[in-house]
C-alpha cells in the first residue's frame, strides 16, 4: 500500500479542535494501557485521581495550590519558548528566586509591616530569578552558546549551592542539629483569601499581562519573530541580542516569583527541593497550551489536578504518584505526534475494485 | 594517582556509553535530548531485571531495549511525524523520568543480586594489567567496562571505515543528497536513534548495577545532560569521547577525593565541579571554528522529501 503524505493548505478551525481531544483522548487510553500491564485497573486509577483533585473543597484548594506555581512556571517558559530558546532552567531559576526571596526574610528588620516585607520578597525573588536566567541569556545572545544545555547546567548549580546554604552558613542554630534554614517570621508569609493564599491571584495577574504583553505589544512581537526566524528579525532592524535578554529576564523572573511564592507560602523557609519539579513539568503545559497564556491557564489546571490526584492515590490506594509523570510523558507525546495531522493529511490510494463474477 | 585514575575510568563509563550512543544520533542528524530519561530507562529496567533473574546477560539486555524503545518512541514522533526534536527530547525525558520512578519505587534501597555483583566485580585482563603504569587504571577493570572500549573502538572503525557509516554521515551533512544517492534515509536515522538509545540504556545500567548497587531514583543524577555537552566536546568523534568522559568522570569524583586528603571545603560546593566545567565546554564550543569540530549539517532539521 502506498500512502501519500500531502501538506495542507490550511485547516478548518473544528477539525484542529478535534485532532486535538483525540490526541489527548488517545493519549489515556494508551496510559490505561500501559497501567493494565502493571496490573493496575486504569478506570479505578482515573477515578481517583479526579476524586483526589475535585472530590472535595480541601482537595480543590490542594488542586489549587499546584496549579499557582506551575501556572507562573508555565508562562515563563511560553515567553522563552515563543523566541525558540529552549529554557529548562527553570527549575533553577524557581530555586534562585525562592534564594532571593529568603534572603531579604531573613535581611529585613523582623517588626516590618508584612506588606512591605512580602513586596521586597517578591522582587527579590523577580531579580534572583532574572538573574540566574540572564546569565546564559547573555550567552546566548553574545556568543551562540547553546541554552539548552547551559540553563540545564544551571538548574543543578542552584540546588547544589541551596544545599550548601542550608548545611552551611545558613544553617538555623536553634534547629536542633537538623540541616535547615530558619523558619519565616509571620510577616513574610503570604496571606490567604477565599482560603488559599494569594498566589493564585498574582498568577491570574501575570496570565493577563504576559496574555497582553505576547500578543499586544511591540517587544512581545518581537519575540515572536526573533522565535520565527533570526533572518528575518535582523531585517527587519531588531535589535535580537537585546530581545533575547528581555524574553530571558522576564522568564526567569517569573521562575522566581514561584521561588518566592513556594517559600513563603508553602515551606515558610528555603529547602533545596523547593522547586519540586515544577520548572520541568510547565515544559508540557507550556507546550500543550500552544504558548498561549489563557489556553496555559486550563492547561495547568488539569495538570495539577493530575498532580494532585497522583498524590491522592498514593495515600488511598498505595499506588505510586509517579504515575501522573508517567501519564503526563504520553499525553505530551501524543500532541507533538497529532502536530503531524495538524500540517499534513495522509491520502490512501483508492483500492482497484474487485470485478464480481 | 594509579587508583585515582582507575576510578575516573570507572566514574567514565557511563558518561562514555551515553556520549557515543549520542554521536551516532547525531551523526544522522537527530539531536536527541532524552539521553537522560534513556539512561534512567535502562537503569530501571537492567536493575529490575538483574533483581528478578540475577542473570547479568539478561539485565544488560533489558536494560539496552529499554533505552531502544524510548529512542523508538522518538524517532517515531521527530522521522515520521515531523515533531520538533528538541521538544520530542524534552518529553522522552520528562516520560523517562515518571517511568523510572513508577517502576522502580517499590525496589527503592534494594541491592543488586550478588550473582550479579560477582560477574561485574573486579577481573584483571591478563598481560595487559601488567603494563606499568597504564595496566592498572585501564585493564584491572569489570567486564562492563572491557565492555564499552569495545562499543568504543566498533563505533570507530563503523563511522570512518564501513560503507553504511559513510553514508550515515552523509545522511546527517546534507540529507537530501543523500536522498537522491539512494541512501534510505529514514531506515539510516531510524537505525541509528535506536542504537543511541540501546548505549544510553546501558550507560544507565552500569550506573545501577555496578556503580551505586543499591536502587535509586536519581541514579543518573543529570549525567544524560553532561553527556549531550561532552559530544559536542569531542566533536562527534568517538575516540576523542573516551578520553572527554574519563576526563568527566574525574571531574565528579574530585570533590569527594579532596575531602578525603582533607581540603576542607564545603562538599556541596565540590558537587558543583561537573555541571560548571560542562558550562565551560559548551562556551569554549561555540567558538571552535575548524572544520572537524563542526557539528553535523543538518542536525536538528526534519526531513521532508516533499518539500526540498
Same mark, same amino acid.
Given at each position: =500500500?502506498?500512502?501519500?503524505?500531502?501538506?495542507?493548505?490550511?485547516?478548518?478551525?473544528?477539525?484542529?479542535?478535534?485532532?486535538?481531544? =483525540?490526541?489527548?483522548?488517545?493519549?489515556?487510553?494508551?496510559?490505561?494501557?500501559?497501567? $493494565?500491564?502493571?496490573?493496575?485497573?486504569?478506570?479505578?486509577?482515573?477515578?481517583?485521581?479526579?476524586?483526589?483533585?475535585?472530590?472535595?473543597?480541601?482537595?480543590?484548594?490542594?488542586?489549587?495550590?499546584?496549579?499557582?506555581?506551575?501556572?507562573?512556571?508555565?508562562?515563563?517558559?511560553?515567553?522563552?519558548?515563543? =523566541?525558540?530558546?529552549?529554557?529548562?532552567?527553570?527549575?533553577?531559576?524557581?530555586?534562585?528566586?525562592?534564594?532571593?526571596?529568603?534572603?531579604?526574610?531573613?535581611?529585613?528588620?523582623?517588626?516590618?509591616?508584612?506588606?512591605?516585607?512580602?513586596? /521586597?520578597?517578591?522582587?527579590?525573588?523577580? *531579580?534572583?530569578?532574572?538573574?540566574?536566567?540572564?546569565?546564559?541569556?547573555?550567552?546566548?545572545?553574545?556568543?551562540?552558546?547553546?541554552?539548552?544545555?547551559?540553563?540545564?547546567?544551571?538548574?543543578?548549580?542552584?540546588?547544589?549551592?541551596?544545599?550548601?546554604?542550608?548545611?552551611?552558613?545558613?544553617?538555623?542554630?536553634? #534547629?536542633?542539629?537538623?540541616?535547615?534554614?530558619?523558619?519565616?517570621?509571620?510577616?513574610?508569609?503570604?496571606? /490567604?483569601?477565599?482560603?488559599?493564599?494569594?498566589?493564585?491571584?498574582?498568577? $491570574?495577574?501575570?496570565?493577563?499581562?504576559?496574555?497582553?504583553? =505576547?500578543?499586544?505589544?511591540?517587544?512581545?512581537?518581537?519575540?515572536?519573530?526573533?522565535?520565527?526566524?533570526?533572518?528575518?528579525?535582523?531585517?527587519?532592524?531588531?535589535?535580537?541580542?537585546?530581545?533575547?535578554?528581555?524574553?530571558?529576564? *522576564? /522568564?526567569?523572573? $517569573?521562575?522566581?516569583?514561584?521561588?518566592?511564592?513556594?517559600?513563603?507560602?508553602?515551606?515558610?523557609?528555603?529547602?533545596?527541593?523547593? #522547586?519540586?519539579?515544577?520548572?520541568?513539568?510547565?515544559?508540557?503545559? #507550556?507546550?500543550?497550551?500552544?504558548?498561549?497564556?489563557?489556553?496555559?491557564?486550563?492547561?495547568?489546571?488539569?495538570?495539577?489536578?493530575?498532580?494532585?490526584?497522583?498524590?491522592?492515590?498514593?495515600?488511598?490506594?498505595?499506588?505510586?504518584?509517579?504515575?501522573?509523570?508517567?501519564?503526563?510523558?504520553?499525553?505530551?507525546?501524543?500532541?507533538?505526534?497529532?502536530?503531524?495531522?495538524?500540517?499534513?493529511?495522509?491520502?490512501?490510494?483508492?483500492?482497484?475494485?474487485?470485478?464480481?463474477? | 594517582?594509579?587508583?585515582?585514575?582507575?576510578?575516573?575510568? &570507572?566514574?567514565?563509563?557511563?558518561?562514555?556509553?551515553?556520549? &557515543?550512543?549520542?554521536?551516532?544520533?547525531?551523526?544522522?542528524?537527530?539531536?536527541?535530548?532524552?539521553?537522560?530519561?534513556?539512561?534512567?530507562?535502562?537503569?530501571?529496567?537492567?536493575?529490575?531485571?538483574?533483581? +528478578?533473574?540475577? %542473570?547479568?546477560?539478561? +539485565?544488560?539486555?533489558?536494560?539496552?531495549?529499554?533505552?531502544?524503545?524510548?529512542?523508538?518512541?522518538?524517532?517515531?514522533?521527530?522521522?515520521?511525524?515531523?515533531?520538533?526534536?528538541? &521538544?520530542?527530547?524534552?518529553?522522552?525525558?520528562?516520560?523517562?523520568?515518571?517511568?523510572?520512578?513508577?517502576?522502580?519505587?517499590?525496589?527503592?534501597?534494594?541491592?543488586?543480586?550478588?550473582?550479579?555483583?560477582?560477574?561485574? +566485580?573486579?577481573?584483571?585482563?591478563?598481560?595487559?594489567?601488567?603494563?606499568?603504569?597504564?595496566?592498572?587504571?585501564?585493564?584491572?577493570?569489570? !567486564?562492563?567496562?572491557?565492555?564499552?572500549?569495545? !562499543?568504543?573502538?566498533?563505533?570507530?572503525?563503523?563511522?570512518?571505515?564501513?560503507?553504511?557509516?559513510? %553514508?550515515?554521515?552523509?545522511?546527517?551533512?546534507?540529507?537530501?543528497?543523500?536522498?537522491?544517492?539512494?541512501? %534510505?534515509?529514514?531506515?539510516?536515522?531510524?537505525?541509528?536513534?535506536?542504537?543511541?538509545?540501546?548505549?544510553?540504556?546501558?550507560?544507565?545500567?552500569?550506573?545501577?548495577?555496578?556503580?551505586?548497587?543499591?536502587?535509586?531514583?536519581?541514579?543518573?543524577?543529570?549525567?544524560?545532560? !553532561?553527556?549531550?555537552?561532552?559530544?559536542?566536546?569531542?566533536?562527534?568523534?568517538?575516540?576523542?569521547?573516551?578520553?572527554?568522559?574519563?576526563?568527566?568522570?574525574?571531574?565528579?569524583?574530585?570533590?569527594?577525593?579532596?575531602?578525603?586528603?582533607?581540603?576542607?571545603?564545603?562538599?556541596?560546593?565540590?558537587?558543583?565541579?561537573?555541571?560548571? +566545567?560542562?558550562?565551560? !565546554?559548551?562556551?569554549?564550543?561555540?567558538?571552535?571554528?575548524?572544520?572537524?569540530?563542526?557539528?553535523?549539517? %543538518?542536525?536538528?532539521?526534519?526531513?521532508?522529501?516533499?518539500?526540498?
Amino acid at each position: =500500500m502506498n500512502v501519500k503524505i500531502i501538506k495542507r493548505k490550511d485547516i478548518p478551525k473544528h477539525k484542529e479542535v478535534i485532532i486535538r481531544i =483525540m490526541a489527548v483522548l488517545l493519549s489515556i487510553v494508551f496510559a490505561g494501557v500501559i497501567l $493494565l500491564a502493571f496490573g493496575l485497573n486504569p478506570l479505578k486509577i482515573f477515578g481517583a485521581i479526579i476524586d483526589g483533585s475535585a472530590g472535595s473543597e480541601i482537595r480543590i484548594k490542594q488542586t489549587v495550590l499546584r496549579a499557582v506555581p506551575l501556572l507562573i512556571t508555565s508562562l515563563g517558559i511560553i515567553v522563552a519558548f515563543k =523566541m525558540k530558546f529552549w529554557n529548562i532552567g527553570a527549575e533553577g531559576q524557581i530555586t534562585m528566586g525562592a534564594l532571593g526571596a529568603t534572603w531579604v526574610a531573613l535581611n529585613l528588620p523582623e517588626g516590618l509591616p508584612a506588606p512591605f516585607m512580602l513586596g /521586597s520578597m517578591m522582587l527579590g525573588g523577580f *531579580i534572583c530569578g532574572a538573574i540566574w536566567a540572564f546569565i546564559p541569556a547573555i550567552f546566548k545572545a553574545k556568543m551562540g552558546t547553546n541554552e539548552t544545555i547551559f540553563t540545564l547546567m544551571m538548574n543543578y548549580i542552584a540546588i547544589k549551592f541551596v544545599t550548601y546554604l542550608q548545611y552551611g552558613p545558613w544553617r538555623d542554630p536553634g #534547629a536542633q542539629g537538623f540541616p535547615k534554614i530558619a523558619k519565616f517570621t509571620e510577616n513574610a508569609i503570604l496571606p /490567604s483569601v477565599l482560603g488559599v493564599n494569594i498566589g493564585w491571584i498574582i498568577a $491570574l495577574i501575570c496570565v493577563a499581562i504576559i496574555y497582553v504583553f =505576547m500578543t499586544r505589544t511591540k517587544k512581545g512581537y518581537e519575540i515572536a519573530v526573533v522565535g520565527e526566524s533570526v533572518q528575518t528579525a535582523r531585517y527587519a532592524g531588531i535589535n535580537i541580542s537585546r530581545v533575547i535578554v528581555i524574553a530571558m529576564l *522576564i /522568564s526567569g523572573g $517569573l521562575c522566581g516569583i514561584v521561588g518566592f511564592i513556594q517559600a513563603s507560602a508553602i515551606e515558610k523557609t528555603l529547602i533545596a527541593g523547593i #522547586a519540586g519539579g515544577y520548572g520541568f513539568t510547565a515544559i508540557i503545559t #507550556a507546550w500543550l497550551s500552544r504558548l498561549n497564556a489563557i489556553t496555559c491557564l486550563f492547561v495547568c489546571i488539569a495538570f495539577a489536578m493530575l498532580i494532585q490526584g497522583g498524590s491522592y492515590i498514593q495515600v488511598s490506594l498505595g499506588v505510586s504518584s509517579a504515575i501522573s509523570g508517567l501519564v503526563q510523558g504520553v499525553i505530551l507525546f501524543f500532541v507533538l505526534g497529532s502536530e503531524f495531522f495538524l500540517q499534513y493529511r495522509l491520502e490512501f490510494p483508492k483500492k482497484p475494485v474487485k470485478e464480481v463474477a | 594517582m594509579e587508583i585515582f585514575l582507575a576510578a575516573c575510568v &570507572v566514574a567514565g563509563v557511563p558518561l562514555l556509553l551515553a556520549t &557515543v550512543g549520542e554521536l551516532i544520533t547525531e551523526k544522522s542528524g537527530c539531536l536527541n535530548l532524552g539521553l537522560e530519561g534513556m539512561m534512567l530507562m535502562g537503569a530501571v529496567m537492567g536493575f529490575t531485571t538483574a533483581y +528478578a533473574t540475577s %542473570n547479568p546477560g539478561a +539485565a544488560l539486555a533489558s536494560a539496552a531495549l529499554a533505552g531502544a524503545a524510548g529512542a523508538l518512541i522518538y524517532a517515531i514522533l521527530t522521522v515520521s511525524l515531523r515533531a520538533n526534536q528538541i &521538544v520530542a527530547g524534552l518529553a522522552l525525558t520528562i516520560f523517562g523520568t515518571g517511568f523510572t520512578k513508577f517502576v522502580g519505587q517499590p525496589y527503592l534501597g534494594m541491592a543488586v543480586p550478588s550473582d550479579v555483583t560477582a560477574v561485574f +566485580a573486579k577481573t584483571s585482563i591478563p598481560i595487559l594489567s601488567e603494563i606499568p603504569f597504564l595496566g592498572s587504571i585501564f585493564f584491572k577493570q569489570d !567486564i562492563f567496562v572491557y565492555i564499552s572500549y569495545l !562499543i568504543c573502538i566498533i563505533a570507530a572503525i563503523y563511522m570512518y571505515k564501513t560503507r553504511p557509516g559513510i %553514508n550515515l554521515k552523509a545522511v546527517g551533512e546534507n540529507t537530501a543528497a543523500a536522498d537522491a544517492s539512494g541512501i %534510505n534515509v529514514n531506515l539510516y536515522k531510524y537505525v541509528h536513534i535506536l542504537i543511541g538509545g540501546a548505549l544510553c540504556g546501558l550507560g544507565g545500567a552500569y550506573l545501577s548495577l555496578v556503580r551505586i548497587p543499591l536502587w535509586q531514583e536519581d541514579v543518573v543524577n543529570g549525567r544524560g545532560w !553532561i553527556a549531550v555537552a561532552l559530544v559536542i566536546f569531542v566533536a562527534w568523534n568517538p575516540i576523542k569521547a573516551f578520553f572527554g568522559a574519563i576526563l568527566f568522570g574525574g571531574l565528579s569524583i574530585l570533590g569527594m577525593k579532596l575531602q578525603v586528603m582533607g581540603v576542607s571545603f564545603s562538599q556541596y560546593l565540590f558537587d558543583m565541579i561537573p555541571y560548571v +566545567a560542562t558550562i565551560l !565546554i559548551v562556551i569554549v564550543s561555540t567558538h571552535k571554528k575548524n572544520i572537524e569540530s563542526q557539528p553535523p549539517g %543538518n542536525l536538528s532539521v526534519n526531513y521532508f522529501r516533499e518539500e526540498r
